[in-house]
């Protein structure tokens, strides 16, 4: 039985989330480039994005895709549930036949192609690589680490190699350095690091925008504000990709 499906079965750029017992499962870790070029976000549009990712997924390690050399790790898993073929890239799945699971994505013909897998019983979910925050969350972590980086670079890290010349070469004057010249060279790194972060951030918001459309799908509440990785706890013992490449929600 297919629960909470949106679309029919034909190919559709909505999403869709049908819930089951995973059965005939495989999983293939494999290199492919998950990015998209400036011209792919051009043609496709932001109204679109989650029903792009689910549609080029597919496409992830074709010879076009990869001539970027942006290659990563990810799993490319294949199941059914309740009969219906299900396939897709998740950053990393700790998935098992048997599992009660929620998938998310887009019904594709004859199968049902995934972005994200949950498993309501522990909270557990993975996700179309780099799709982990709402639209709020992902903007705050930008200009966090953007001040943090920041102000240790002009406040910290400058200042005190800057002291520890002056102190080799003797001079009387310790700190002799912070000036009107520091000052503004301290306004010129923060325009130029907070530069560097928009660009940044503007090219991962395609994932963010599919992100807040998995957690709508999801039902969960606040899903522009939902940050995974700092919802995920580890434990001692937790494996390593927990909390990088599969999260709790």
Known sequence: ???NSTVSHAPS???SKISGKISRYKKTREMANFFFTDRDRNIMGLSAIAGALAGAAGMAASTARDASNLREQADYIEMEVNGLPAKGWVWFSPFKNGDDVELIGTFQ???????????????????????SRGKNAHITTIIKWWLMATTFLVAIF??????IFEVIRGKEKILGFLGVEYFYASIFTYLLFGTYSLVTGRKFMMYVHAATQIFKALGLPDPNNIDLPKRTKRKPGDPGAFGVMYFNY
């Open 109 to 131: 013909g004859d199968y049902f192609e995934i972005i994200a897998i949950a498993r309501p019983q522990d909270r557990t979910i993975a996700l179309y690589p780099h799709c």
């Open 1 to 3: 039985m297919i629960a």
């Open 13 to 15: 750029s909505e999403l």
């Open 158 to 163: 400058t200042p005190a190699l800057l002291t």
